[in-house]
């Protein structure tokens, strides 16, 4: 009954690869997130969807590509991995999100550790 | 430029004692004020929510304040046990839809 699942849990990789992370959840929210925790614990919002529509791109570079096949999933796919996107990535669901506020509690999964060699 | 700032960035408390965590923020315009607990290894997990209108809400053993006029919240926790141990972030959401999150302060709860 785990409410944000992420696989894989654990991820090494070379430099160069291209790898994707799966997100899904269960608890019926229209909008889910990427997250990413640098090495000093520093969470940083990547994107957002709601409703399989794109409504928060940050400055990430264009080597990111998040996918939402349904509401219910959003994958993240890393194209030429780089030393510095070693970090935890996180996803998150919520109610609908509004462009104006942020109310509604974020549920987050339990991560994925990302290493580049 | 939008910042949370938290402090202590780690705390040492024995189980059964009570502690208070402090965060500072600059975020303009102001939506809401979230707690949030992270174990290690796990997702961030909500505490609290408190919007402009809320001085105080509590969960448990964990108490949010937040004084939006000197733009300061801070986290008690009474009677701590070892699963305290976590970190505890506090994030700001302006209504810009963003949200910006503090580093956090990493508490150890010991015997």
């Known amino acids: 009954d785990t409410a944000v699942s992420q696989t894989p849990k654990y991820l090494v990789t070379q430099m160069g690869n291209d790898k994707s992370i799966k997100c899904e959840q269960n608890?019926?929210?229209?909008?889910m997130y990427w997250y990413k925790q640098d090495s000093k614990k520093f969470l940083k919002i990547m994107f957002s969807?709601?409703?399989?529509?794109?409504?928060i791109n940050e400055t990430v570079p264009n080597r990111f590509s998040p996918k939402s096949p349904d509401k219910a999933h959003l994958n993240l796919h890393i194209n030429s991995l780089e030393l510095g996107d070693s970090a935890v990535y996180f996803c998150?669901?919520?109610?609908?999100?509004?462009?104006?506020?942020?109310?509604?509690?974020?549920?987050f999964g339990p991560g994925t550790r990302l290493t580049v060699t | 430029k939008n910042q949370v700032e938290q402090s202590p960035q780690s705390l040492i408390i024995l189980e059964g004692k009570n502690c208070t965590l402090q965060c500072n923020y600059t975020v303009s315009p102001f939506s809401n004020l979230r707690w949030y607990k992270q174990d290690t290894g796990r997702g961030p997990v909500s505490l609290t929510i408190m919007t402009f209108s809320e001085n105080t809400k509590s969960n448990g053993r964990y108490t949010a304040t937040l004084d939006a006029d000197t733009k300061q919240s801070s986290l008690h926790i009474t009677a701590s046990q070892l699963s305290d141990s976590a970190s505890y972030i506090c994030v700001v959401a302006g209504t810009a839809s963003k949200l910006t999150f503090g580093t956090g302060t990493r508490l150890q709860v010991t015997l």
């Open positions: 998150a669901s919520s109610q609908f999100a509004d462009r104006q506020s942020y109310s509604y509690e974020q549920y």
């Open positions: 608890l019926g929210h229209d909008t």
């Open positions: 969807y709601n409703n399989k529509e794109l409504i």
